[in-house]
């Protein structure tokens, strides 16, 4: 299974990989999911009109505003990016420096360390086998158990093998397209090892997204590695670290989903993938 979270690594597989778009994951990226839930479920919830809701995701992703085109996906209505808010911010004369800390609204506020290392390269495969772990074995994911470390880092290539009760599970982490040519034609010739494959258009993985600010070619290797040490710290210091733990989601669950790979949740939370051209 190849990951789905990256609109711009998904049109790469549809443009020049159709053979391979059965194994792409069928998840919606996450404002993909968020755009839709904030209309079917958070609306109804909070007693509102659905049509008087106007969705804007502020992304570190320049694809996301293409992503936002595809009819497969409606619910967000929106995407800035990190540099555009930044802009506008300035604009509007105010310095987050001088800003006091507040909590996300509730409902939909509450997230979880697994979502938040997202945004690094083999973020997306950690936090999936997170809840691998947890699914087989019955107990939450803990570093001293087991570590993904051997995933993580700033190569453009990555391995590593998981071993969870009897399955050995085999993985790939890919960043930057170009670094995924040889893996690609392995799969496409059915001589691939790996279970999952993560596979990122951008260096470093989203922190290193074409909406987040510039720094020279110099700088550059340096922010994206500070950025991604930035968001494990901030995964450390979090109380949770798994969605399945994420109090929002179980009560989305609860509530409106019944359960993962429902139907309801296929209608709202899957998509589908067309060769392009
Ligand atoms: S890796 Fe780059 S293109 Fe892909 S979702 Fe992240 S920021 Fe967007």
């Given at each position: ?22 194994h ?5 990226s996450?404002?993909?999911m968020e ?7 958070f ?29 497969e996906i ?49 973020g ?13 074995t ?36 890919v ?21 999952f ?15 987040q ?20 710290k ?36 899957h998509?589908?993938?067309q060769?392009?051209?």
């Amino acid at each position: 299974m190849f990951t789905s979270c990256c609109p711009a690594w998904v049109k790469y597989a549809e443009t020049f990989y159709p053979e391979i778009l059965d194994h792409l994951s069928t998840c919606k990226s996450p404002i993909g999911m968020e755009g839709i839930m904030v209309k079917e479920y958070f609306a109804k919830q909070m007693n509102l009109d659905k049509e008087t809701l106007y969705t804007v995701a502020i992304t570190p992703c320049t694809a996301k505003k293409f992503e936002l085109k595809r009819e497969e996906i409606p619910g967000t209505d929106a995407v800035i990016t990190v540099s555009e808010l930044t802009k506008w911010l300035k604009d509007e004369q105010i310095d987050l420096r001088n800003v006091s800390k507040s909590s996300f609204d509730s409902l939909l506020g509450e997230g979880s360390g697994g979502g938040m290392i997202f945004g690094n390269t083999s973020g997306v495969c950690e936090s999936a086998l997170r809840t691998l772990y947890y699914y087989m074995t019955g107990e939450n994911y803990d570093e001293q158990k087991i570590s993904f470390s051997d995933v993580r880092g700033y190569e453009n290539v990555k391995e590593a093998t998981f071993k969870i009760n009897d399955l050995e599970v085999k993985v790939a982490v890919v960043h930057k397209i170009s670094a995924a040519k040889k893996l690609l034609e392995d799969v496409k010739n059915g001589t691939s090892p790996y279970h999952f494959i993560e596979i990122m258009n951008c260096q470093g993985g989203c922190i290193g997204g074409g909406g987040q600010p510039k720094y020279n070619e110099e700088m550059e290797h340096i922010v994206k590695e500070k950025r991604i040490a930035g968001l494990y710290k901030k995964d450390k210091e979090d109380t949770i670290h798994a969605s399945y733990e994420n109090k929002d989601i179980q009560k989305i669950y609860r509530d409106f989903l019944i359960e993962p790979n429902s139907e309801i949740a296929h209608r709202y939370l899957h998509t589908t993938y067309q060769k392009r051209n």
